[in-house]
C-alpha cells in the first residue's frame, strides 16, 4: 500500500461530496481536501493549497482544480509525485464560455442564486442520468452548500485564469487525465491537448458519464485512481 498522501481539489459550486466515494474507499490514507471556498484567484487557492499540504503528495484535481492545479504544478513541482485532472481542461476561456459564466453570474446579483444549479444541470449530467435524484440531490446541496458569494469569488478567479498550456510541456510527473464521455462542460479535445503536451500522459474516458465521474461512475473512477496513485 502507498503512503504517498493525496491531496483533492474540486472547483466551483461543489464540496467535499464530490469525493466522497474515495473518502470512504480510503479510510487509511493520508487525504487532504483542498479548501476552493477561501479566496478569489487561481493563484490564492495554489497558495493555500501548498501552505496546507505535506512536502510530497499526490494532486487529484476536478474541474476548476485542474486549474488551481496548474499553477501548483508552476509554483512547486517538485512537491508533486503523481497528478489526476478529472473534467478540466488547461485553456483561458473564450467569448462562449464567459457568456456562459456572465449569465450565472446576472443570476446570481439578481437574487436568482438557486436558478444557478438547474442552468448547469443539463451540462452536468448526461440526459439518461438528469432523472436521477441521487445525482440531482448532490449537486443541489453542494449548490447549497457553496452559497452566492462563494461562488461569484470562484467565478472571478476562472474568469480570471490564465492559459496554461504554454507550460503543460514542463510537468514532469505520471499524468493521469479522466473524462467523462458525455461531459457538457469539458470535450474530449480539451484532454487530448492536455495529453499531447504533457510527457507521457494517459487518458481514462469513462463512458456513460458526465462531468462528475467521482459521484456518477465511482467503481471505475476509485480503481483508476487507486492504481494510478500506488503504482
Same mark, same amino acid.
Given at each position: *500500500?502507498?503512503?504517498?498522501?493525496?491531496?483533492?481539489?474540486?472547483? #466551483?459550486?461543489?464540496?467535499?461530496?464530490?469525493?466522497?466515494?474515495?473518502?470512504?474507499?480510503?479510510?487509511?490514507?493520508?487525504?487532504?481536501?483542498?479548501?476552493?471556498?477561501?479566496?478569489?484567484?487561481?493563484?490564492?487557492?495554489?497558495?493555500?493549497?501548498?501552505?496546507?499540504?505535506?512536502?510530497?503528495?499526490?494532486?487529484?484535481?476536478?474541474?476548476?482544480?485542474?486549474?488551481?492545479?496548474?499553477?501548483?504544478?508552476?509554483?512547486?513541482?517538485?512537491?508533486?509525485?503523481?497528478?489526476?485532472?478529472?473534467?478540466?481542461?488547461?485553456?483561458?476561456?473564450?467569448?462562449? #464560455?464567459?457568456?456562459?459564466?456572465? =449569465?450565472?453570474?446576472?443570476?446570481?446579483?439578481? =437574487? #436568482?442564486?438557486?436558478?444557478?444549479?438547474?442552468?448547469?444541470?443539463?451540462?452536468?449530467?448526461?440526459?439518461? %442520468?438528469?432523472?436521477?435524484?441521487?445525482?440531482?440531490?448532490?449537486?443541489?446541496? *453542494?449548490?447549497?452548500?457553496?452559497?452566492?458569494?462563494?461562488?461569484?469569488?470562484?467565478?472571478? $478567479?476562472? *474568469?480570471?485564469?490564465?492559459?496554461?498550456?504554454?507550460?503543460?510541456?514542463?510537468?514532469?510527473?505520471?499524468?493521469?487525465?479522466?473524462?467523462?464521455? %458525455?461531459?457538457?462542460?469539458?470535450?474530449?479535445?480539451?484532454?487530448?491537448?492536455?495529453?499531447? $503536451?504533457?510527457?507521457?500522459?494517459?487518458?481514462?474516458?469513462?463512458?456513460?458519464?458526465?462531468?462528475?465521474?467521482?459521484?456518477?461512475?465511482?467503481?471505475?473512477?476509485?480503481?483508476?485512481?487507486?492504481?494510478?496513485?500506488?503504482?
Amino acid at each position: *500500500m502507498s503512503t504517498l498522501p493525496i491531496v483533492l481539489i474540486t472547483g #466551483q459550486l461543489l464540496t467535499d461530496a464530490v469525493w466522497q466515494p474515495l473518502l470512504e474507499a480510503w479510510p487509511d490514507r493520508e487525504v487532504i481536501v483542498a479548501d476552493n471556498r477561501s479566496d478569489d484567484t487561481i493563484e490564492g487557492f495554489a497558495q493555500r493549497l501548498l501552505d496546507n499540504a505535506p512536502p510530497k503528495f499526490a494532486l487529484v484535481a476536478h474541474a476548476m482544480g485542474g486549474f488551481v492545479a496548474f499553477e501548483v504544478m508552476r509554483r512547486a513541482p517538485e512537491r508533486v509525485a503523481r497528478l489526476a485532472l478529472i473534467s478540466t481542461l488547461a485553456s483561458a476561456d473564450g467569448p462562449a #464560455q464567459t457568456a456562459r459564466r456572465q =449569465g450565472y453570474i446576472d443570476l446570481v446579483t439578481s =437574487g #436568482q442564486f438557486d436558478e444557478v444549479v438547474e442552468e448547469r444541470i443539463p451540462i452536468l449530467f448526461p440526459e439518461h %442520468q438528469r432523472g436521477d435524484e441521487r445525482l440531482l440531490g448532490i449537486a443541489r446541496r *453542494m449548490a447549497a452548500d457553496t452559497g452566492a458569494e462563494t461562488f461569484l469569488a470562484q467565478q472571478r $478567479a476562472i *474568469m480570471a485564469r490564465i492559459d496554461s498550456r504554454p507550460r503543460l510541456g514542463e510537468i514532469a510527473v505520471p499524468t493521469l487525465l479522466i473524462w467523462g464521455e %458525455q461531459d457538457g462542460i469539458t470535450s474530449r479535445a480539451h484532454h487530448e491537448e492536455i495529453l499531447d $503536451a504533457i510527457p507521457g500522459a494517459r487518458l481514462e474516458v469513462i463512458a456513460g458519464a458526465g462531468h462528475l465521474p467521482t459521484v456518477e461512475a465511482p467503481e471505475v473512477v476509485l480503481p483508476l485512481l487507486t492504481d494510478f496513485i500506488d503504482a
